[in-house]
């Protein structure tokens, strides 16, 4: 049997492989979400909910019964917004590098639009008034051209 007709054995997502990094917590943060996102881990807290509510009569609906799963979902939640955070910083900065390389690669991109993430809100509201009066010459030029526009 070929390599290509092998099953997939479940393996290290390639995500937290690829990682090169010493950041423990960044090779933790990539390895737990990539878990957290799975298919079996949405199964998993989908049946401990199950379960909790099928435990409600035993319990007899009681205010502790009802405080575990707010304390439980409590912690998870606090817990899993630095992990988002974490994963949603480390895909802006990214795509924000990936976007630098193309304007760079480009002849006709103007290469002070690289970082511009970097700037100030009013250097960025001036950059955007800037690219707005573009537009709406643009508009005028198409209207003027004879073109149907939007």
Known sequence: MSDSQRPM?????????????????GRLAAHTSSC????WAFAGAGSIIVIWGATGPLF????????????????????????????????????????????????????KMIDIENLSDLELDALQATYEKVRVAYVRHERTDGRIVP
């Open 60 to 111: 007899h609906f009681s205010d502790t019964w009802q405080l575990i799963i707010n304390t439980g979902t409590t912690i998870v939640t606090f817990l899993m917004v630095f992990l988002i955070q974490n994963t949603q910083n480390r895909d802006a900065k990214a795509i924000n590098l990936k976007l630098n390389e193309l304007i760079r690669a480009i002849d006709k991109a103007r290469n």
């Open 9 to 25: 054995k479940s393996e290290t997502p390639r995500e937290v492989t690829s990682r090169t990094t010493n950041d423990w917590f």
């Open 36 to 39: 957290l996102g799975s298919k």
